[in-house]
Structure formats: C-alpha cells, structure tokens
Nanobody, 121 residues
Framework: QVQLVESGGGLVQAGGSLRLSCAAS?????????MGWFRQAPGKDRELVSA????????YYADSVQGRFTISRDNAKNTMYLQMDNLKPEDTAVYYC?????????????WGQGTQVTVSS
C-alpha cells in the first residue's frame, strides 16, 4: 500500500508564505514518475497547481501560480514540497498531493487526504 501524507497548511495573510510537504510511504517505487499538487476551492473544480517529474526534475506550473510557487522533491526522503510565496486570497483551497502518474495532468494512482490553506486579505 502507498500512503501520501500532506502537511504544512494553515492560515496566512495575503503576501505571506507557506511550504507544503507530501511524504510518501509504503511501496514508493512508482511505475509512474510524476507527482503533483492539486487544489480545490469551495464550489470549484479540482485543478492542477504544479507537478514534477521525479526522475528528471522537470516541472509544470499553472499560470495562476507561475513565479510564486516552487515545487521540489527530496528523493532520499520520498518527500515532495510546494513552496508558496506571495500568497493571494484566491489561493485559498484544500491542497492535495498525488502520485504515480506518467503525465502531469494524470491520471494519478494515489492521493493524500488534503491540507487546508487559507489566505486572508
């Protein structure tokens, strides 16, 4: 079994920063080598925020977060990060990490439980 556990969410003022972590445990030798961060705001569809190729390190960012968010990974720790800077109220959402895909947009095999990010104006 694979578990993805997110942490690092919270309440922050606009312009502030948060760093999300996604720790993978269990059978972490994924056949797919892409992991990603999604978010879902109330009343909105889930959207892909960022993704990373675990092997090459290449990355993808949604236009809405380009230049403000940075995705990274620590292969030795089986952990993926999302550094979020200059946060805006519209970044408020539940953020999910996802693992084991061959494409940035999925489909992904595994999902975390989500962590709430709230940005106050």
């Amino acid at each position: 079994q694979v578990q993805l556990v997110e942490s690092g969410g919270g309440l922050v003022q606009a312009g502030g920063s948060l760093r999300l972590s996604c720790a993978a445990s269990g059978r972490t030798l994924f056949s797919g080598y892409v992991m990603g961060w999604f978010r879902q705001a109330p009343g909105k569809d889930r959207e892909l925020v960022s993704a990373i190729n675990w092997r090459s390190g290449s990355t993808y960012y949604a236009d809405s977060v380009q230049g403000r968010f940075t995705i990274s990974r620590d292969n030795a720790k089986n952990t993926m990060y999302l550094q979020m800077d200059n946060l805006k109220p519209e970044d408020t959402a539940v953020y999910y990490c996802a693992g084991d895909s061959r494409l940035y947009r999925g489909p992904y095999q595994y999902w975390g439980q989500g962590t709430q990010v709230t940005v106050s104006s």
